[in-house]
């Protein structure tokens, strides 16, 4: 048997690993190109870069900061996201049994991929949003304990409402803020992100999640206002605060919910 904490470690690197793959992910997916050829390329200069040198987490430290072959300043984003990307999959090894651990590790790739995207283009493509309804549904059948169940027709079910729940009320109340502020207040891409979080984590994951992300965009939005004296009704990107409270919810937010909430809400 491997010891606990070495195969922590061995989850650590393989998220690390990941992460600078999701890095590639961001910058590609909405320009259209391919994620996997040509191997990673210099952001600034555009020089291929052998195969090793991009070292995650670490590679940005020893380089301090500036890539090896111009000199050119790095993204401090992306050691950020391998750190981010390893530290989540790790804790969620701890937490879950294997099974359900590979579906949230999916699931957290998708976001970050998600709120990567959304910060630099403020859309979340379709690929991503539909895609994750569609495969929080398909894993819900063929993993019904993703849903708290053992009958694979019934997960499916759940998975599929929870999705249209989410969906369909950040849905309406994007399309009532939008009619009352006579502009577009939320994009309908949050609504579609917060269906596939649905699909993947049911409906009981849902205030929690709404109330959570709610309260760090504003938290969040108060201290840009307060920064860059912006106007209010700027549009900011809510994807990755829809990101950062599902993962809250998966860290431990689902064990308060069981603890202190009635034995049949569920
Ligand atoms: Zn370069």
């Known amino acids: 048997m491997i010891p606990t904490p070495l195969l922590v470690f061995f989850?650590?690197?393989?998220?690390?690993?990941?992460?600078?793959?999701?890095?590639?992910?961001?910058?590609?997916?909405?320009?259209?190109?391919s994620i996997v050829n040509p191997p990673s390329r210099c952001a600034a200069c555009g020089r291929q870069l052998p195969l090793g040198v991009n070292l995650p987490i670490l590679g940005y430290f020893l380089l301090r900061g500036r890539a090896r072959c111009c000199g050119a300043h790095l993204d401090p984003r992306y050691p950020l996201v391998e750190a981010g990307t390893a530290s989540a999959l790790a804790a969620l090894w701890l937490l879950y049994p294997p099974e359900l651990f590979a579906i949230y590790a999916l699931l957290v790739a998708g976001l970050i991929v998600a709120s990567g995207i959304d910060l630099d283009y403020l859309v979340i493509p379709d690929a991503l949003t539909i895609g994750g309804v569609v495969a929080g549904i398909s894993l819900s059948?063929?993993?019904?304990?993703?849903?708290?169940?053992e009958d694979p027709a019934d997960a499916m079910i759940r998975s599929a409402l929870s999705a249209t729940v989410a969906g369909?009320?950040?849905?309406?109340?994007?399309?009532?803020?939008?009619?009352?502020?006579?502009?577009?207040?939320?994009?309908?891409?949050?609504?579609?992100?917060?269906?596939?979080?649905?699909?993947?984590?049911?409906?009981?994951?849902?205030?929690?999640?709404v109330a959570i992300s709610s309260l760090i965009g504003t938290i969040v939005g108060i201290g840009i206002l307060k920064k860059?004296?912006?106007?209010?009704?700027?549009?900011?990107?809510?994807?990755?605060?829809?990101?950062?409270?599902a993962?809250?919810?998966?860290?431990?937010?689902?064990?308060?919910?069981?603890?202190?909430?009635?034995?049949?809400?569920?």
């Open 11 to 33: 989850v650590f690197i393989f998220g690390a690993i990941l992460g600078s793959f999701l890095n590639v992910c961001i910058l590609r997916i909405p320009l259209g190109q």
């Open 247 to 266: 993962l809250l919810w998966l860290l431990g937010g689902a064990r308060l919910a069981v603890k202190y909430l009635p034995n049949n809400f569920s």
């Open 141 to 149: 059948y063929l993993f019904p304990s993703l849903q708290g169940k």
């Open 228 to 245: 860059r004296k912006q106007k209010l009704g700027v549009k900011v990107p809510f994807g990755p605060y829809l990101a950062l409270a």
């Open 168 to 209: 369909g009320s950040l849905w309406l109340v994007a399309r009532t803020a939008s009619w009352l502020l006579q502009k577009e207040a939320m994009g309908i891409g949050d609504a579609k992100l917060l269906a596939a979080l649905g699909a993947f984590l049911g409906w009981q994951s849902l205030p929690f999640i």
